[in-house]
């Protein structure tokens, strides 16, 4: 058997930077948490090619002796824990081998300075070894830069990336503490140019729409609720987008536990879970949320880089930032997109002038427009969900202004429809176009979770005759597990051999819709989210598979009175202005734009 040795301190070092320092942005991570630790008010970074060249940070914190900067340098030394109760620590770093490690792949320069010093010191690491130490002519604070990163470590060297993807991964370390504590100021340049800069005391939401976009001050809600634990309160703050304000990719979602930013499975799984129903599933809402809960119930002692987190309740927290992510956006709910889409914009366009009856055919053919004048809706229409009765044919007429109560509908009044699947509409400073598919299906949606809102059972509509649906075994068997749950919405469905369900009752908001298509979407449903989701998410996409059944397509003819019911409940109804699946349900174009579109500004 080999010979068992004791390493070199130098190849310990080494050993523990691969744990710490896995690239420029890992360093450039542990010397700002280090300058927030210290009390910094404002902290300046600097880097160089992406933090391959230098990276330097610069703190008004509180500074260090010349026997505190040689302690900060060994191994397992810290400022960060009074006492041995290592699960309590609330700083965001406590690791002492962070400086130590960064010096033993790098060279490191220390310059700090206390407050009540009259002079500072500096101390200069090269890859392990201190090769200068003195004093130096520095403010208060502390000042570290880090050069050569893996210069003499070639193996460690060649596997980093390029000088802008380390920009990037730097930058996005910046974003995070930046937004994590809108009580300091931050400034970040890159090879001299300034990226960012923002003041101290901000207020969350402020700081987040400043560094991670000004817009969505205005397609979010802001987030503060609150929850007791046998520990104490748990909280949840922040802003989250709306969701028309979504993106394709999941890296504009900023997560904290305790001021601590962190990429955690369990907070993503949740943040999906939130806006479930609510988004395509290509698309990833913005947001940043801070959790914040007793030490006692998070330990975030489980990764190198304490970039993931372990939850005493896992469950209890998931629920709680579902719940409460949910509960905030339908605070927002009725907002829409805040424009038409610039692009969509853009294709607009004038037809040229023309004389021939032929050219005006071809603006007006292929498109069947209802008329909308108010004078020409039937008496005996049954309203917009009963039997849909055709729009008179003939001569237009000219539309009655708007009525003085008219004008404080935010939807307006129907106007006409278009392509028979978007009203038009006219409201007291634009005009309003709605998908009338998407609105109906979130409308469904909400009066189904009305209906079945705690234990009581939601109604339902008989089936003269019980409908037999077949299907395959294993999907009956899941719909089977079920029943007691669909009974509560008001499906009642019970099982009909081997391979068949029977359909006793339909919820009464879907009345009209195919058992069998249902069956067949619920079973699929259960089959893509059923063993893996809370028993609150499971039914949330039970759901939204219900009300799309339920929705009027495109493609009905809905007479005026028909459309206007449907803009007066949109107006009423929790999340009205986004579809099910995150896109808008409807947008809205000011009279200047209309304006500006025939040259009249």
């Not at 191994?75 to 690791?95: C, M, Q, Y």
């Not at 979504?246 to 001021?259: E, I, K, T």
């Not at 009974?487 to 068949?500: D, M, T």
């Amino acid at each position: 058997m080999p010979d068992i040795r004791r390493l070199p301190e130098s190849l310990i070092n080494r050993i523990a930077a691969g744990e710490v320092v896995e690239r420029p942005a890992s360093a450039l991570k542990e010397l700002v948490e280090n300058a927030i630790d210290s009390g910094a008010g404002k902290i300046a970074v600097k880097i160089i090619e992406g933090g391959l060249g230098s990276i330097e940070v610069t703190d008004d914190g509180c500074g260090m002796s010349p026997e505190q900067m040689s302690l900060a340098l060994e191994r397992h030394a810290t400022s960060k824990l009074p006492d041995e109760a290592i699960e309590e620590v609330a700083t965001l770093g406590f690791r002492g081998e962070a400086l130590p490690s960064i010096g033993s792949v790098a060279k490191l320069t220390i310059e700090s300075r206390p407050k009540d010093a009259d002079e500072g010191w500096r101390q200069i690491v090269d890859h392990g070894a201190i090769v200068d130490q003195g004093p130096a002519a520095v403010p208060p604070g502390t000042r570290v830069r880090v050069e050569q990163l893996f210069a003499k470590v070639p193996a460690r060297r060649k596997f980093l990336r390029t000088p802008r993807s380390e920009y990037a991964a730097c930058h996005d370390v910046i974003r995070r503490l930046a937004m994590a504590r809108p009580d300091i100021g931050f400034t970040f340049i890159h090879a001299e140019r300034r990226i960012f800069a923002v003041q101290p005391g901000q207020k969350t939401g402020e700081r987040v729409a400043q560094i991670v976009a000004r817009e969505l001050a205005d397609n979010g809600v802001t987030i503060d609720l609150e929850r007791p634990t046998d520990h104490g309160m748990i909280r949840l703050t922040g802003i989250a987008g709306l969701p028309t304000y979504n993106r394709g990719v999941a890296d504009h979602q900023y997560l904290f536990v305790n001021g601590r930013p962190v990429k955690d499975r369990l907070l993503t799984g949740a943040v999906r879970g939130a806006y479930a129903e609510m988004l395509a599933r290509d698309r990833h809402a913005v947001l940043a949320l801070f959790l914040e809960l007793p030490f006692a119930d998070v330990d975030v002692n489980v990764h190198p880089a304490k970039t993931e987190v372990r939850f005493r309740d896992a469950a209890a927290v998931r629920g709680f930032i579902v719940s409460g992510l949910r509960r905030a956006l339908s605070t927002g709910d009725k907002r829409s997109a805040q424009a038409p889409d610039a692009g969509a914009m853009a294709r607009w366009q004038s037809e040229p002038r023309t004389t021939e009856p032929a050219a005006m055919r071809s603006i007006f053919s292929g498109r069947d427009w209802a008329t909308s004048s108010p004078s020409t809706v039937s008496e005996q229409s049954r309203g917009w969900e009963g039997e849909v009765i055709a729009a008179p044919q003939g001569r237009a007429q000219e539309a009655e202004p708007l009525s003085e109560d008219a004008a404080n509908f935010p939807l307006g009044m129907a106007r006409g429809q278009v392509a028979e699947t978007y009203i038009v509409a006219e409201s007291s400073d634009g005009l309003i176009i709605v998908d009338q598919h998407a609105a109906h299906e979130r409308i469904v949606l909400e009066r189904l979770r009305a209906s079945g809102a705690g234990e009581r059972v939601a109604a339902s509509q008989a089936l003269l005759i019980p409908e037999v649906v077949e299907l395959e075994g294993t999907a009956c068997d899941r719909l089977e597990g079920e029943i007691e749950g669909f009974a509560k919405l008001g499906l009642s469905i019970e099982r009909f051999g081997p391979a068949a369900m029977l359909v006793r009752a339909i919820p009464g908001a879907l009345r009209g819709a195919d058992p069998t298509k249902l069956l067949t979407d619920l079973a699929d449903d259960l089959a893509s989210h059923g063993t893996s989701l809370l028993l609150s998410e499971k039914i949330e996409h039970v759901l939204a598979t219900m009300a799309c059944h339920g929705s009027v397509r495109a493609g009905r003819r809905l007479n005026v009175a028909e459309m206007n019911a449907l803009l007066r409940e949109m107006e009423t109804t929790p999340r009205s202005g986004q579809c099910n699946h995150g896109r808008p349900t409807w947008v809205k174009l000011s009279m200047d734009d209309v304006e500006k579109l025939f040259g009249r500004h």
